[in-house]
């Protein structure tokens, strides 16, 4: 019974084709894949430049201006300035990964319609396969991140 699935499932294997009509909409799906990748590697660049550069005006503007409290002593404002520096490059960061497996997938179906080659385009829908699932995890993370500050807010409220 085994080895009947199993030869069944070869030849269902094989019988897989794309056809002419899938090979355009899958050569224009690649070419957008690439230019969305490229446009996400470089908004990314701009993150951490935006990060680095707030962490540094902030420290600078710190230093010329004194912020007190209203006891009369002087805040340290750079922790929150740092904070927002950090947080650019974090998503930016977080960002790259899922520019990046769109990249791969971009050039490896570009290579597999070229190529007419079954493993580059098993690779490339891999790569597809992994933006979802890298994606997903992130999304349920950060609901799950929304849902705990929700809570931590709705509690800081209550206990006042």
Excluded at 73 to 80: D, H, I, K, P, S
Excluded at 120 to 126: A, G, K, P, V, W
Aim: with cysteine.
């Amino acid at each position: 019974m085994d080895e009947l699935m199993e030869t069944t499932m070869g030849v269902q294997e094989d019988l897989l084709t794309v056809d002419l009509m899938a090979r355009e909409q899958l050569a224009e799906a690649s070419r957008w894949a690439r230019f969305l990748a490229i446009m996400g590697f470089i908004a990314c660049g701009i993150m951490v430049v935006a990060g680095v550069m707030i962490s540094i005006i902030y420290s600078f503007v710190n230093r010329i201006q004194t912020r007190y409290n209203y006891s009369g002593r002087a805040v340290n404002t750079f922790n929150r300035s740092a904070f927002v520096g950090i947080m650019y490059v974090i998503m930016a960061a977080l960002m790259f990964f899922s520019c990046l497996y769109l990249f791969r997938f971009a050039n490896k179906m570009k290579a597999a319609l070229h190529e007419q080659s079954r493993d580059e385009m098993n690779q490339s829908f891999l790569n597809l396969k992994k933006l979802f699932k890298y994606n997903g995890i992130l999304t349920i993370v950060l609901v799950a991140f929304y849902v705990m500050i929700l809570f931590a807010a709705l509690f800081s409220f209550l206990n006042r």
